[in-house]
């Protein structure tokens, strides 16, 4: 069974800095893209960045030059590196693992219906 548990959440100032992690167990980690979503109260979930099993990267607009989405495959851990927080950002953040194989797909996937593995989230509050 997978599971996906992502850490490193917290309250940080506006243009502060954090780091998530999301750790796998079960499966092969290396073969599955990964990505990473956000939820604000009372808004839909959103679609952060997505790494591909070839590392290939892609960012929503709203985050794009701000955040870095990595991976380690050794370590079975996603990361994303979130700079210059805004109030904005802040949310419920989640990880997940994409349906199928990686090396199967052509496109990136940025919906949540291309995931069926998700993390419980772990929150970012950024204070302005």
């Known amino acids: 069974q997978v599971q996906l548990v992502e850490s490193g959440g917290g309250l940080v100032q506006a243009g502060g800095s954090l780091r998530l992690s999301c750790l796998a167990s079960?499966?092969?980690?290396?073969?599955?893209?990964m990505g990473w979503f956000r939820q604000a109260p009372g808004k839909e979930r959103e679609f952060v960045a997505t790494?591909?099993?070839?590392?290939?990267?892609y960012y929503s607009d709203s985050v794009k030059g701000r955040f870095t989405i990595s991976r380690d495959n050794a370590k079975n851990t996603v990361y994303l590196q979130m700079n210059s927080l805004k109030p904005e950002d802040t949310a419920v953040y989640s990880c997940?693992?994409?349906?199928?194989?990686?090396?199967?797909?052509?496109?990136?996937?940025?919906?949540?219906?291309?995931?069926?593995?998700w993390g419980q989230g772990t929150q970012v509050t950024v204070s302005s």
């Open positions: 997940a693992r994409r349906s199928g194989s990686g090396i199967l797909q052509s496109v990136m996937a940025v919906t949540t219906k291309e995931y069926n593995y």
């Open positions: 790494i591909s099993w070839a590392d290939n990267t």
């Open positions: 079960g499966g092969t980690f290396r073969s599955y893209d």
